[in-house]
């Protein structure tokens, strides 16, 4: 069928082809959903998402797969994002190259079968000799290839039930008044009818380019390739966006493939003196420095540019709908440069007052602690004050749920709290960095000690609740780690101030940046790409949230947990008066917390007891709503609502009830619906608890015990970074451990691995050296 259309593309005369089998609709405007008046280009990424009319420029890096040859598999999942796009109700436009690669391709076979031809009718033996192929000339390529292309892209485009139509540019299609006047009012009449145009030089007839320094002003441009093509008709039919893609991952501030060049995030006018630009691309007339010409000249019409790799297999099928829904691809031309440094700018600075920061003496880690905790209790009037107008905005708003306007709520309580903790935390803080864990004698005079260091930089994603910031930050600072922190917009207010302080605890050795606080429009997904910046990401909010980032952190540990299905098992021969307490405590001291009970297993024994219809009476009396689990439905005549999934976290005045027939029957339920956070079994019976707390894997299993002792600081650990559900490097809650990591330091007198041979001088000995309690490296 696709060769078929090519026969039938190759004999359309007309220069503006359009596809006679998609059915046309005439676009109505005001059904478009995209209302934004030309004249001034996108100032952020999170912006282009409004972006309504788009030319999508592909380079002959993109579209051909060598010097010759078509990536037909790019093309394909490029044409399926501008198709999607289109039927989304924006305005799509295509500018391509490729005509003479394809061109070039047919007039090779043709050449190489008219030549084998000829040789087996010339051949008495009818051996072939090695034929050659002579020069093509670009522009008779062009001619042969113009055809094969567009149809190529009709019949794709077809499959999307989308229209497409060829145009072919000169120079004085856009130069000549009348010519470009034309021009506009075609490409205007093809969008009205929802059609795709797709826009080439036409190269089998454009003179060479005369080379001049005509990028500059929006009324002069000289289409000497298509990156200039591009530009001149982004802004001709006053396109919102401008996405151009090429081989390279965008622009870099040295060539890339150098050791010291980096991907630039966004280019602004007036930046290009600190480029360096390096040859162009393998196949195409332009380079990067055209493209950053063309881009800025875009730029200065109103339409905004973003550059980007179109031949990364692992990004091409979704490279043009990642940059229009605004995430971090390429790099984005903007005209408005923002006052602060770039989030990459603040991980550098991060990284450089981290090392600082962890040669400082342990002593002087504790004094910043111990002074941030005073500045909370100093300065709790101006932190209260923040967070009240963060309350105000919260509920005047109405998006936030009751748990996390909960957990945005900050009191004097609070406060005093945190700062216990801190101080706490200051004495520990002097047992960590460059402690010795292990010393080994590998032979004479050659010691091998193991001892603890920072992870590096860390990245912690918090919503809701801003008392996370300064726990985080003390716990950074004692284990000397850079920190990256990204709060929710919900707490702006209070975390704005709360990492002032922080800086200002900071401030006292001189390492104040080593805790930077992440202000611009980063989203989630883009932090979780600085795979080379940052060492390891710590989300603490929803489950939702952890989710996310524990899909999109891909190349970055991710330390935490998903979801806090915690469970509290009532057995057989609880106490009553404990069952009560320490029921009442798991579920209603905070029931926004990650370690607070959801669901309450019984005993099938307790059933119709006196403890049974305390328990009940008992959530009654505390407003908790009670969902049935579908063994206890079964007994009931009259039955709460039935719960809709055992694994569900409510995260408030919620929680489900089901009921098992063992110890073991609640152990394999905890394992098969819990999130393996904190378990809890009420029972008198020593040897049925030890059994429990055996067999539960979980990060915490208590006994006769609330599940709300969970937490770093009532552990005695100062502070918590969260708790942790995975199985290596730290589980339960995390402190100041679970943020070190060890290296080897081996200490010797000109030893090599050849003395130690069966040839050689020297002997293994590998004798345990006994170290001290508190020994430091």
């Known amino acids: 069928a696709m060769f078929a259309r090519l026969a039938l593309c190759t004999r359309l005369p007309s220069r503006i082809r359009q596809s006679n089998v998609c059915p046309v609709s005439i676009?109505?405007?005001?059904?478009?959903?995209?209302?934004?008046?030309?004249?001034?280009?996108?100032?952020?990424?999170?912006?282009?998402?409004?972006?309504?009319?788009?030319?999508?420029?592909?380079?002959?890096?993109?579209?051909?797969?060598?010097?010759?040859?078509?990536?037909?598999?790019?093309?394909?999942?490029?044409?399926?994002?501008?198709?999607?796009?289109?039927?989304?109700?924006?305005?799509?436009?295509?500018v391509t190259s490729g005509a003479v690669a394809f061109g070039k391709q047919r007039l090779r076979h043709e050449i190489l079968l008219s030549q084998s031809v000829r040789q087996a009718l010339h051949s008495g033996q009818n051996q072939l000799k090695e034929m050659s192929v002579p020069v093509l000339e670009a522009r008779a390529c062009a001619a042969a290839g113009q055809s094969g292309l567009m149809a190529l892209y009709e019949a794709m485009f077809t499959q999307y039930s989308t229209c497409t139509a060829q145009i072919l540019v000169t120079n004085l299609d856009f130069h000549d008044e009348q010519k470009r006047r034309?021009?506009?009012?075609?490409?205007?009449?093809?969008?009205?009818?929802?059609?795709?145009?797709?826009?080439?030089?036409?190269?089998?007839?454009v003179p060479p380019p005369?080379?001049?320094?005509?990028?500059?002003?929006?009324?002069?441009?000289?289409?000497?390739?298509?990156?200039?093509?591009?530009?001149?008709?982004?802004?001709?039919?006053?396109?919102?966006?401008?996405?151009?893609?090429?081989?390279?991952?965008?622009?870099?501030?040295?060539?890339?493939?150098?050791?010291?060049a980096k991907l630039i995030d966004i280019f602004y006018p007036g930046d290009q003196q600190s480029i360096t630009f390096g040859t162009k691309s393998r196949v195409g007339s332009g380079g990067m420095e055209a493209k950053v010409k063309a881009a800025l000249w875009a730029l200065q019409g109103g339409t905004s540019v973003v550059i980007a790799n179109?031949?990364?297999?692992?990004?091409?099928?979704?490279?043009?709908?990642?940059?229009?829904?605004?995430?971090?691809?390429?790099t984005f031309f903007s005209e408005v440069k923002p006052a602060g440094p770039t989030v990459e700018q603040q991980t550098e600075m991060a990284r450089h007052a981290g090392r600082a920061l962890a040669s400082l003496d342990p002593e002087q880690r504790g004094e910043i602690i111990c002074c941030l905790a005073e500045l909370l209790t100093e300065k709790k009037d101006e932190i209260l004050s923040a967070n009240r107008r963060d309350m105000e905005l919260a509920n005047s708003s109405g998006r936030l749920s009751q748990p996390l306007i909960d957990r945005l709520s900050l009191s004097t309580a609070k406060l005093n709290s945190l700062a216990i903790g801190l101080r706490q935390l200051a004495v520990s803080s002097r047992d960590s960095v460059g402690r010795v864990l292990r010393r080994t004698r590998v032979a004479n005079n050659l010691e091998l000690e193991q001892i603890t260091v920072p992870i590096g930089v860390l990245l912690v994603i918090f919503e809701s609740r801003p008392d996370c910031l300064p726990q985080v930050a003390a716990l950074a600072i004692a284990s000397g780690n850079a920190l990256l922190l990204k709060g929710g917009k919900e707490a702006s207010n209070t975390n704005k101030i709360l990492h002032q302080l922080t800086q200002e605890a900071l401030s006292i050795h001189g390492v104040a940046d080593a805790i930077q606080l992440v202000s611009t429009r980063e989203e989630v997904e883009d932090l979780c790409r600085l795979d080379k910046l940052i060492d390891l990401i710590i989300p603490r909010g929803s489950s939702q949230l952890v989710r996310t980032i524990q899909r999109a952190a891909k190349g970055i540990p991710v330390l935490g947990h998903s979801e806090g299905i915690c469970h509290v098992y009532i057995d057989n021969d609880a106490s009553i008066d404990k069952a009560i307490d320490v029921g009442i405590d798991s579920k209603c001291d905070y029931p926004a917390a990650c370690n607070a009970m959801e669901t309450l297993l019984i005993h099938r024994d307790l059933l119709r007891t006196p403890i049974f219809d305390q328990i009940i009476d008992m959530l009654r009396t505390e407003n908790v709503k009670i969902h049935a689990g579908p063994r206890f439905a079964s007994y009931l005549t009259f039955s709460p609502s039935e719960v809709k999934s055992l694994r569900t976290e409510y995260g408030d005045l919620e929680c489900c009830i089901e009921v098992v027939d063992s110890m073991q029957d609640a152990v394999d339920h905890i394992h098969k619906y819990g999130s393996s956070h904190t378990d809890v079994i009420i029972t008198e019976n020593e040897e049925t608890a030890e059994q429990f707390l055996?067999?539960?894997?979980?990060?915490?299993?208590?006994?006769?015990?609330?599940?709300?002792?969970?937490?770093?600081?009532?552990?005695?650990?100062?502070?918590?970074?969260?708790?942790?559900?995975?199985r290596i490097h730290a589980r339960g809650p995390v402190g100041l451990e679970g943020l070190l990591t060890t290296k080897w330091v081996l200490r010797g007198e000109g030893h090599t691995a050849a003395d130690f041979s069966e040839q050689g001088s020297m002997?293994?000995?590998?004798?345990?050296?006994?170290?001290?309690?508190?020994?430091?490296?």
């Not at 972006?51 to 579209?63: D, E, F, H, P, T």
């Not at 999942?77 to 924006?90: C, F, K, P, Y």
């Not at 034309?182 to 007839?205: F, G, K, Q, W, Y």
């Not at 298509?226 to 893609?245: C, F, G, P, T, Y």
């Open 27 to 94: 676009r109505s405007h005001s059904q478009v959903k995209f209302p934004r008046p030309h004249g001034k280009s996108f100032v952020h990424r999170s912006e282009l998402k409004q972006a309504k009319r788009i030319v999508v420029k592909l380079g002959s890096a993109v579209v051909t797969r060598d010097e010759c040859g078509l990536a037909l598999g790019r093309l394909a999942s490029i044409v399926e994002q501008v198709a999607m796009l289109q039927n989304q109700g924006r305005e799509m436009m295509i």
């Open 182 to 205: 034309n021009l506009n009012s075609t490409l205007h009449e093809l969008l009205r009818m929802n059609i795709v145009p797709i826009i080439n030089t036409n190269d089998a007839v």
């Open 210 to 260: 005369v080379p001049n320094s005509d990028l500059q002003g929006v009324n002069v441009i000289s289409i000497k390739d298509n990156d200039s093509l591009a530009a001149r008709l982004a802004v001709e039919m006053k396109a919102d966006l401008l996405i151009a893609l090429s081989d390279v991952e965008g622009l870099y501030d040295s060539p890339p493939g150098t050791d010291d």
């Open 310 to 330: 179109g031949t990364h297999p692992k990004v091409t099928g979704h490279v043009i709908t990642d940059i229009v829904e605004g995430k971090k691809v390429g």
């Open 694 to 726: 055996q067999q539960v894997d979980s990060a915490c299993v208590f006994w006769n015990a609330s599940s709300r002792f969970a937490d770093g600081y009532r552990f005695g650990l100062g502070a918590e970074v969260g708790i942790s559900t995975a």
């Open 763 to 777: 002997k293994y000995l590998h004798e345990n050296i006994p170290v001290p309690q508190g020994s430091f490296s």
